[in-house]
C-alpha cells in the first residue's frame, strides 16, 4: 500500500458535501470514493427517509444530498 498523496489530504477537506442519487443508496460513509486512510467505520444513513434528502455522517461530518 502506498503512502497517501497530497491530492488525498486535499480531497479530505473539499467532500465536506456529496451530491448522491437513487442509485447510489443505500448510502453509507465513507463511500467507496473515499481515500482509505481517512476511513473511518462503515455506518449506513437513511437519507431516502430524511424530510429534506439530507443526511449528516455522525463520524467525519460530512453532509449527503439525495437528488431526485
Known amino acids: 500500500m502506498s503512502a497517501p498523496s497530497l491530492a488525498d489530504y486535499k480531497r479530505l477537506n ?17 463511500t467507496d470514493e473515499s481515500a482509505l486512510w481517512c476511513s473511518h467505520p462503515r455506518v449506513f444513513l437513511a437519507i431516502e427517509s430524511s424530510a429534506d434528502r439530507t443526511a449528516r455522517c455522525p463520524y467525519c461530518g460530512t453532509l449527503y444530498r439525495l437528488l431526485d
Do not use: D, G, S
Not at 473539499?14 to 465513507?30: F, I, S
Open 14 to 30: 473539499e467532500t465536506r458535501e456529496v451530491v448522491v442519487k437513487q442509485q447510489n443508496l443505500p448510502l453509507h460513509c465513507p
